[in-house]
């Protein structure tokens, strides 16, 4: 059931375009797009959120700040992200 849903939330997500710095732009099908910064360290490739200031004004900082938090978000994305600059 939970390899359903994985599938079913990552054909809602997709990553989009690289940058320059190897920050890669992911559609999360909600609305709002986030980056995820790529890179290797020792060997292993890291990935993480590339927004990190949110202000409790703003709406959509506050929905993107909630999607961020959830570990299985950061896990889509982050393989999203590294399937694309693999690419």
């Known amino acids: 059931m939970i390899h359903i ?5 990552t054909k809602t ?3 989009i375009k ?3 710095t190897g920050s890669v732009l992911i559609d999360t099908g909600k609305g709002f797009n986030v ?3 790529v890179w ?3 060997g292993e490739t890291i990935t993480d959120w ?3 200031i949110f202000f ?3 709406s959509l900082d506050l929905e993107i700040k909630e999607f961020q938090e959830d570990v299985n978000n950061f896990e889509l994305c982050s393989d999203l992200a ?3 600059i693999n690419k």
């Open 82 to 84: 590294i399937e694309f």
């Open 5 to 9: 849903l994985t599938l079913l939330i």
């Open 40 to 42: 290797n360290e020792d």
């Open 13 to 15: 997500m997709r990553a």
């Open 56 to 58: 409790t004004n703003n």
């Open 35 to 37: 980056w995820m910064d």
């Open 18 to 20: 690289k940058d320059s």
């Open 50 to 52: 590339n927004k990190y």
